[in-house]
């Protein structure tokens, strides 16, 4: 079946360690997309990416990276500068002409 | 700049009636998209009902309907004969185009309780 994956589901970090999420579709979509999760805040969009080897930063990209070297991939590195990275993380994608994204089961990251 | 507002953090039903949950946006564009979607205690976000703005018609979805109100700029989901399957988070969000790109803007939710 066509859909998105997130791995891993829960994962633990210690301050100052980097981690990366990983983010694989197999919709054949062009549009991808990483949104935080936080108590009261809704979604909150850190990174997207249109095409391969292209990307842009949300609204809250301080502290993240992404890589978009295949269409089917686009893993997101929390860096030891995000200050506070203890969140709900989803992964979604977008084909066009269609409006609606399509999100992946997430990634629940704490920080130890 | 574009936000989309919930204001009822929590709402409960009873099963078998009808509840509405409540949007509104602020927008200068004409065209766009709003949606609804669900995210149950799993946390998998699921699409529940689209509308484009260009259409006068109210989108519907089985139990699930619209009442887009433009001028307004309301945009409130009905859940009619409510199921205990029901209860979840729900979030209302706006489709933005920025630079040829599209974004996404969410609500901070309502969580609906359905009362058995």
């Known amino acids: 079946d066509g859909g998105i994956t997130q791995s891993p589901k829960y994962l633990f970090r210690k301050e100052g360690q980097n981690v990366t999420l990983s983010c694989e579709q197999n919709?054949?979509?062009?549009?991808m997309y990483w949104y935080r999760q936080d108590p009261g805040q809704g979604l909150r969009l850190i990174y997207y990416?249109?095409?391969?080897?292209?990307?842009q930063k949300g609204d809250i990209a301080e502290g993240y990276s992404v890589s978009r070297e295949k269409k089917e991939s686009f893993p997101l590195t929390v860096t030891s500068a995000q200050k506070n990275p203890t969140a709900f993380y989803l992964c979604?994608?977008?084909?066009?002409?269609?409006?609606?994204?399509?999100f992946g089961p997430g990634t629940r990251l704490t920080v130890l | 700049a574009q936000t989309v507002t919930q204001s009822q953090p929590e709402m409960s039903v009873q099963e078998a009636e009808t509840v509405t949950l409540s949007c509104t946006y602020d927008?200068?564009?004409?065209?766009?998209?709003l949606f609804w979607y669900k995210q149950p205690p799993s946390r998998q976000m699921i699409l529940v009902i689209r509308?484009?703005?260009?259409?006068?018609q109210n989108a519907t979805e089985n139990r699930f309907s619209v009442n887009f109100q433009k001028a307004a700029k309301s945009f409130s989901l009905k859940i009619s004969d409510s199921q205990l399957g029901d209860a979840a988070m729900y979030f209302c969000?706006?489709?933005?185009?920025?630079?040829?790109?599209?974004?996404?803007?969410f609500g901070t939710g309502t969580r609906l309780k359905v009362l058995a």
């Open positions: 979604a994608s977008k084909s066009h002409p269609y409006n609606e994204q399509f």
């Open positions: 919709l054949n979509h062009d549009a």
């Open positions: 990416s249109q095409i391969v080897n292209d990307f």
């Open positions: 927008t200068s564009e004409s065209d766009y998209y």
């Open positions: 509308q484009e703005a260009y259409k006068q």
């Open positions: 969000a706006y489709r933005r185009q920025d630079s040829g790109t599209y974004k996404y803007i």
